[in-house]
């Protein structure tokens, strides 16, 4: 993945790690040769198609959970806007005021 990973811990990264598993998964990202990638900031992380052009307007779909059930409902929303071709963005870290 195109990411910087530095020493975060394994807390920290259980997002970023449930979004490379559907990746993988949907047989889309980089471990499995397609052409998906993750770029991880400081406090969001984006999924998008590699050489997918910026659109200049669209839709915005803002899917919302508490901390506890994020994993779960990053993995369905994750894994839905992969098969439709949808890129998206999360937050890094499911922590509150982070």
Known sequence: MDSARGSREPAERLLVEIVEAVLARTGVGPATG???????????????PSGEAGRPQ???????????????????????????????????????GR
């Open 34 to 48: 397609g052409s998906w990638r993750l770029r991880e900031g400081e406090f969001w992380c984006h999924v998008s």
């Open 58 to 96: 669209g839709w915005k779909l803002h899917v919302a959970a508490v901390p506890l059930a994020a994993p779960l409902v990053l993995a369905r929303a994750a894994e839905i806007l992969v098969r439709h071709g949808c890129r998206f963005k999360f937050r890094r870290d499911r922590r509150p």
